[in-house]
């Protein structure tokens, strides 16, 4: 079993900054094997890919962040954020944490709020 817990979540103006962290834990659990990820869901909408990068330390975005945001990965902490710049309105979301090796193990999320 995985445990993924989101913190970093808030209300931000557009244009502003937040940045997502996630930490990883389990039992049985090497956290360098596993791919990592985010993904959210505003309301209405079915939950969508945000990010993700592998275990070798490929990333993959979302085209509607690319450029914005930014995914990254720490081994040894076991944990992994999602650094996101320029927010607009429709990032307006619950941000979920993602971990899959054979399963796939989902966080609480974490809600992101881009309003003025």
């Known amino acids: 079993q995985v445990q993924l817990v989101e913190s970093g979540g808030g209300l931000v103006q557009p244009g502003g900054s937040l940045r997502l962290s996630c930490a990883a834990s389990g039992t049985i659990f090497t956290f360098s094997l596993y791919t990592m990820g985010w993904y959210r869901q505003a309301p209405g909408k079915q939950r969508e890919l945000v990010a993700i990068?592998?275990?070798?330390?490929?990333?993959n975005y979302a085209d509607s962040v690319l450029g914005r945001f930014t995914i990254s990965r720490d081994n040894a902490k076991k944990m992994v954020s999602l650094q996101m710049n320029s927010l607009k309105p429709e990032d307006t979301a619950v941000y979920y944490c993602?971990?899959?090796?054979?399963?796939?193990?989902w966080g609480q999320g974490t809600q992101v709020t881009v309003s003025s």
């Open positions: 993602y971990a899959r090796r054979i399963d796939a193990y």
């Open positions: 990068i592998i275990s070798g330390g490929t990333t």
